[in-house]
């Protein structure tokens, strides 16, 4: 991958999660296992140290707040080595000033950077807007930058949960031999992945750079667009050519989509037993999965 434009890796710290949004780009919820583990944490940053380009590490989920040993090893241990640290979280902990506090002071001793909190009319459901205030308020005394993250309807990336759930609520329906391009993501040369807590990197959420089992260095390094079955497809001609190849397969494509990424995860989805390496893993795509914890 020389040359790569890559400096920054989002780790999902877990599919764990305190809520289960409709808009969720994968299926995390309470029923999710458990998150990356202290050891897993360290064999990664060890294979990080062989790609100098990446600068930058974020910790989300899922719920990275659910699992605060996990998510503080990998802020502490990132600085240490140099990495700018953020998190991202939906703020289920600020019940009270004293509890955001608390929860926030090992991470602002630290040195995390900057926090997201993710809130919106799905997130409301299960998160008090109050608690989002609280935390904002708690950051800023911390000196934490913070700010919202809010995602509307014409916003919703139609993969996951998403796709299942919330694809008939588009503002527009496409024909499926439209969609020829992928208008989210820089497939061919990404500026930030992100890591599963198999070791997988995924160019997009279920698509993986290459199979885990070779390592992250590896992965990266040799990375392809052109020799990669999934992205070379859809550099060609997006969801509409990767279609094309599940059809040949016996998948068959509804006559509208609510864009390229529902076409693509449709699409991927099928095409799973093909590629299990490439595209997973099950909680991407509906499943569940445990994890025991070190």
């Not at 944490?41 to 100098?52: E, F, K, N, S």
């Not at 308020?137 to 996951?160: A, L, P, Q, W, Y």
Request: proline letters at 5%; one cysteine or more.
């Amino acid at each position: 991958m020389s040359g790569s434009k890559l400096s920054g890796i989002h780790c999902l710290m877990t599919y764990s999660c305190t809520a289960e949004c409709d808009h969720c780009f994968v299926w995390c919820s309470p029923r999710q296992g458990g998150p990356i583990t202290v050891d897993q944490i360290d064999t990664v940053l060890v294979q990080l140290a062989l790609t100098p380009q990446v600068r930058s590490l974020c910790g989300e989920g899922g719920e990275p707040f659910l699992f605060q040993r996990e998510l503080l090893h990998l802020v502490r241990e990132g600085i240490a080595r140099g990495y700018e640290m953020s998190a991202l979280t939906n703020a289920f902990w600020a019940v009270s000033d004293d509890a955001a506090r608390r929860t926030l002071a090992p991470f602002a001793q630290a040195g995390l950077a900057s926090l997201g909190i993710s809130t919106d009319c799905w997130h409301a459901r299960s998160v008090p807007p109050e608690r989002v205030d609280r935390a904002l308020r708690i950051c800023e005394e911390f000196g934490i930058r913070c700010s919202k993250m809010v995602t509307e309807i014409d916003g919703v990336m139609f993969r996951g949960r998403a796709a299942t759930r919330l694809s008939s609520c588009a503002s527009q329906m496409q024909n499926w031999q439209e969609l020829t391009q992928c208008g989210k993501e820089a497939l061919g040369e990404p500026g930030r992945v992100h890591l599963d807590r198999y070791g997988g990197l995924h160019l997009c959420q279920g698509l993986r750079m290459g199979d885990p089992a070779h390592g992250i260095a590896a992965v990266i390094h040799g990375f392809d667009p052109t020799a990669h079955p999934i992205v070379r497809l859809l550099v060609e001609g997006g969801p509409k050519r990767l279609a094309e190849e599940a059809m040949a397969h016996g998948f068959q494509p509804r006559p509208a989509y609510a864009g390229g990424c529902h076409l693509c995860y449709e699409a991927r989805k099928f095409l799973r037993a093909r590629w299990p390496e490439l595209l997973g893993p099950d909680e991407m795509y509906g499943g569940t999965a445990e994890c025991v914890r070190t």
